[in-house]
């Protein structure tokens, strides 16, 4: 594992067309956003595990939401299948 240190606003590439940027530093959480192409799917690692899982369509949708915050979620643009993690900013 490649271990890197990064302030807000700084970023990874991998390769030369995924950026990894550090949006926000807040306590002990970091906010990160992800550029990558539109045929690169980007999950976080429970929404992965629960796909690759054979999880049901509610299985993956709840972990999509915490329970503590699913009163902020809203729907992905253009996907209303799914509810979007309420940190998540798609641009």
Do not use: W
């Amino acid at each position: 594992m490649l271990v890197l240190s990064r302030k807000k606003d700084e970023c990874v590439v991998i390769n030369n067309d995924i950026r990894i940027v550090v949006v926000e530093i807040r306590g002990d959480k970091v906010r990160l956003g992800v550029e990558a192409p539109k045929e690169v799917p980007v999950h976080r690692s429970e929404v992965y595990e629960a796909i690759n899982h054979g999880g049901s369509d509610l299985e993956i949708a709840q972990s999509f939401i915490r329970a503590d915050d699913a009163s902020r979620a809203q729907p992905i643009s253009g996907d209303t299948a799914l509810p979007a993690h309420p940190d998540v900013v798609h641009e």
